[in-house]
């Protein structure tokens, strides 16, 4: 197979493996109104079923990227997509509470694997002047699941029920497993290397003493942990209200029906899915500087919290579509950035365990804000305090949020801009010298 096709099929089939880890999220919001009610769960339980998601995810990627150096990419992906499509099948089927979380843990377990797994393939079947317009069309691509978890899942859900939705869903984990399997390779073969133009790095598995090596220089750092505050703010944000209260305050405060609820919600989609490769472009081409597209993402996602906090019941349609739109580019579109940042820092040896790293990070700020936001509308609920009222009070958190995520972007260091290197990147060469440092 040529070199560069084959090229092309992997980065369609990861982005297309990545669409799923994205639906299996968003799918939760567009039926959390109809699980709570089958399911008999009240608002503090509901936040602390998908936070359950959101917590396997969140420490499982913590270690996804050593567990893709140590495993392969391949064998990775395959063995926790499975155990992932078994996770949508049990929460599928689930008749109370506690299988329903068992379902949803597992299902965040096995999908948690595919982000480090998609950037150490990039690290060795592309090169790295490839990578920062690669990484925002891979999320982008991804974000085209969050896409069809809102309107597209909402109209199935209300046709066909949630479980069906989220049968589909197991079914298509399933599928991505096996594509996986049996088409994925870990390392170009020596006969392709010449037409690849680099030489990837060495073919054997890091060993643990690396992996230990590699995640210490990563946590003494402090321009990882600034990345990680960002993500801690923005992320956490997207994983709370875009990923679980967005659909019940449209239709409780906002009075919006199903599916109308479902097409806002895959507004916030629409800003990630066109918003990565817009800003990427625009960073590299005319900024210059990862560091002011991140502090001003983060500018732009408080402002829009102050406005929907302001506005409340009274905000009109065309008020909602701005901000949805707003809401989604400000906290999706500059994902492709932070990884970015991250690879010129620390050099692609070490890309996917902070990648990894990173993530783990994101998700358990979701986690966190998911119970924490169910928490405070269950509290004011308790106290006889109006619906419109209880859900301003639960995102009065995103406030903070939002402006340590824009203090976090501007103060990282220049050497996470496009077209810089850090010392870091040297630190840790791979064994035997060479790669792509």
Known sequence: MPVRFYQFYLFIALSLTYMVTFLQNMVMTVAAKDVMRDLELSP??????GSSYLYAYGVS???SGMLAAWLGPRRTITLMFLLSGVGGLVFASATSFPIACLGRILTGLGVSVVLASAITFFSRWFRAGDFPMLSAIFFAIGGLGAFLGA???AILIARWGWRNGFFLVAAATIFYALLAHFTF???PSAEMEPSLGFSPVPRRPDSLTDLGKGMLILFRNREFWKLAAWFIGMSGMYLSFIGLWAAPYLRDVQHFSEARSGLVVSLFSLGFI???PVLSWYVEKRLHSNRLGLGMAGLLALAS????????????YASLVALALAIGFALSAPNALVYASARNLFGSRLAGMASGALASCCFASGALLQILTGFILAWAAGRGIATGSSYQLAFLVYIPCTAIAAWAGFSL???????RISPLSWRFPPPGGGGQG
């Open 151 to 153: 309107a597209p899942m």
């Open 274 to 276: 066109i918003g990565n």
């Open 305 to 316: 919290v102050l406005v929907l906090l302001a506005g409340g019941d009274r905000l009109s």
């Open 61 to 63: 990627i913590l270690f």
């Open 44 to 49: 503090d339980r509901m936040g602390l079923l």
């Open 413 to 419: 260091s220049p050497a996470s801009d496009p077209g």
């Open 185 to 187: 390779r870990d390392w």
